[in-house]
């Protein structure tokens, strides 16, 4: 079939609540069950002492900052965010949890303002006010004409792939499931009679071997598949060898990207066979700033991960990594200092996976493609 090149908008960790939901137009409860912090208004206090001021009822698009105009300069022809964030006036907080995001459902216009075709939810955040939180985050997302996938009213609705349209027809299916090793409490699980995530206990074979034959049941001749899954730990660059082994088993069994995350600083690149595996994104937006402990993994800066498939392979062209630093709340240009700082950690901790990142004169980290042999057809895969 041929045709343009497939570009997609992938995003790490979206964090709308606590915080960033104080200093949008409709605040929620600021009260909190954490151990040290009562009060969300108090994260924009952190914020402020080492940024300066916020703004209080600030305009819904202030916590992207620049990332907007770029990501409207590249036009992608899908967004997909992982929404870590339960979006709901229910105070009924998940027992026995140390951390609880929740945003406002008339604060949904700041999510709509970066115009995420998918918002993958099978995460450690999406059910921290209960089921009736999840019950009225999937109605608020629905009722706001945003596509979800991962998080359901029963274990069906939680694995149905996010379908969207791309250019000459065919399409770009998104799959969306979260693994213990992330902080996802087994009860969690969604099943045939439950709300829930899709979810995973471990990376093992007999699992990949089930979402790999879900994308094969569901991909058309023509279609991309996106398989976006929430994993590991929040800190450190290693990544474990059953992460490896899964994100393999999915690309060879018709997955033609693995977009991972939960890590809140970008963690390695892999090509494998020709098709991207991003290990971690890190978060994008979050109300960490001012928050100490981990300053050796930079988790201010972030990363707008922007890569172009081939249509008929899916296998990679090229992808472009922008850099942006939270500042105030709010996302701006990194500098060509700091960009070249989280160049050289990514291009580092990637090179054990025969990835080649260079950084461009306009200060984007640029992944390049790695040539396979042809990827076995998907009915040699399915005997």
């Known amino acids: 079939m041929g045709g343009e090149l497939v570009t997609l908008f992938l995003a790490g960790d979206v ?28 994260y924009v206090e952190l914020a402020e002492a080492v940024s300066g001021a916020v703004p209080r009822r ?3 698009s202030w916590p992207w900052g620049e990332a907007l105009d770029l990501l409207d300069a590249a036009a992608p022809d899908a967004r997909i965010v992982n929404l870590e964030t339960s979006v709901t006036r229910s105070g009924d907080a998940w ?39 999840l019950a009225e985050t999937l109605d608020s997302l629905a009722g706001a004409g945003l596509r979800t996938a991962g998080a359901g009213r029963d274990l069906d609705e939680a694995r149905r792939p996010a379908v969207l349209p791309l250019p000459g027809g065919r399409r770009l299916l998104v799959f969306s499931l979260g693994m213990a090793s992330s902080g996802i409490p087994h009860t ?15 990376p093992s074979d ?50 033609d990207l693995v977009h991972g995350h939960s890590s809140h600083h970008p963690r ?15 978060d994008l937006i979050d109300d960490y700033e001012g928050i100490g402990g981990h300053e050796r993994y930079r988790d201010d800066l972030r990363l707008l991960y922007l890569v172009a498939l081939e249509p008929d392979t899916g296998r990679l062209d090229h992808a472009r990594l922008v850099p942006l630093q939270a500042h105030r709340m709010r996302l701006r240009h990194a500098s060509r200092e700091d960009s070249g700082w989280l160049h050289g950690v990514l291009a580092r901790t990637s090179r054990d996976f025969g990835t080649r990142i260079t950084l461009d004169p306009e200060g984007f980290l640029i992944v390049h493609p790695v040539r396979p042999p042809a990827r076995p057809p998907v009915s040699s895969r399915e005997r």
């Open 268 to 282: 390695p690149i892999e090509v494998y066979r020709g098709h991207p595996v991003l290990y971690g994104c890190g």
């Open 206 to 255: 007999a699992a990949a071997a089930e979402v790999a034959g879900r994308v094969r049941r569901a991909k058309r001749s023509g279609d991309l598949a996106v398989v976006s899954i929430h994993w590991g730990s929040n800190w450190g660059h290693t990544v474990p060898r059953d992460q490896i082994r899964f994100a393999h088993a999915l690309v060879d069994g018709g997955a």
């Open 58 to 60: 600030a305009a819904f």
């Open 15 to 42: 964090m709308l609540g606590r915080g960033i939901d104080q200093i949008l137009p409709h605040p929620g409860d600021p009260g909190l069950e954490e151990a040290y912090v009562r009060d969300a208004r108090t």
């Open 188 to 202: 969690w699980a969604a099943t045939a009679a439950r709300s829930g995530v899709d979810f995973l206990f471990e």
């Open 95 to 133: 027992p026995d949890k140390g951390v609880h995001y929740r945003m406002h459902p008339a604060n949904l216009p700041c999510l709509a303002a970066v115009r995420p075709d998918v918002c993958v939810l099978a995460n450690n955040h999406v059910l921290d006010y209960g089921r009736r939180g």
